[in-house]
């Protein structure tokens, strides 16, 4: 479906519709063919399927390893992957985006603790279970996982209760999983956290917090 509509000044039109725009992101076919080899190697061997992305986006970042490996082109790059096993990694970096920060998204953080975690511990009550899991997808860094700790702790203390939570975080990235590991981080992952939480929870060494 597509509608239109002017806007306010009259200056501009805003095109409305349902599905993804096309953007001109079309690649040609035989260049996805290679694309797709490519990830279907990456499939095989570490079982993570990048095929969903969208054809420009793939290109852009296969693109990039082509460079960066001093490959000619898909095919040189596709043979090089056979005989350098570890470039799969490379790859996987490039398609993975780590960016996050220690209560990213401040509303939905307010929203787990205000409303979420209270129905919870409501619900594991009523159920007389006295364990909690709790699952970071795609935990990048570990700031996420690491905020939840930080707003269950506050609850479990405030609560006095005694429920046993485990908190786990998984990634495809595995760099990201070691540097979630070593929970040190610059001021950018830190500068939503409020003062009470970090001087709590935070200690600091030059210009990194952990
Ligand atoms: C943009 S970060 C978001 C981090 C965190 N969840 C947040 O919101 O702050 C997305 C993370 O998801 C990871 N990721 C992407 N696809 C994944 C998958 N299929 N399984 C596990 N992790 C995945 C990426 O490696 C990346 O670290």
């Known amino acids: 479906m597509l509608s ?28 996805l063919k290679k694309i797709i080899n490519i990830l279907n190697l990456l499939k ?24 960066s490996t001093n490959c000619g082109n ?22 993975t985006i780590n960016v996050s920060r220690f209560f990213r998204n401040s509303l ?26 709790i699952w970071s997808a795609g935990c990048s860094f570990g700031e996420e996982p690491y905020s939840m700790a930080i707003i269950f702790n506050e609850f479990l203390r405030k609560e006095e209760s005694s429920i ?16 979630a590991s070593e929970g040190c981080y610059g ?5 939503k956290i409020k003062f009470g939480i970090f001087k709590k929870f935070f200690t600091t060494e030059g210009d990194q917090f952990k």
Do not use: C, W
């Open 108 to 133: 939905s953080y307010e929203y787990i603790s205000k409303i979420i975690i209270p129905e919870l511990f409501l619900a594991k009550a009523k159920e007389n279970d006295n364990s909690l899991r």
């Open 164 to 179: 046993k939570l485990n908190i786990f975080a998984t990634d495809i990235d595995r760099k990201a999983l070691k540097r």
């Open 4 to 31: 239109e509509a002017k806007s306010a000044s009259g200056g501009f039109n805003v095109k409305l519709q349902t599905g993804n725009p096309d953007l001109g992101n079309r690649i040609n076919e035989s260049k």
């Open 74 to 95: 898909f095919d040189d790059y596709l043979e090089y992957l056979d005989h350098h096993p570890g470039e799969l990694d490379n790859l996987i970096d490039v398609f």
């Open 44 to 67: 095989e061997q570490r079982g993570f399927d990048f095929t969903g992305y969208r054809p420009s986006m793939l290109e852009r970042r296969v693109q990039k390893r082509v460079y």
């Open 187 to 191: 001021f950018n992952s830190i500068e």
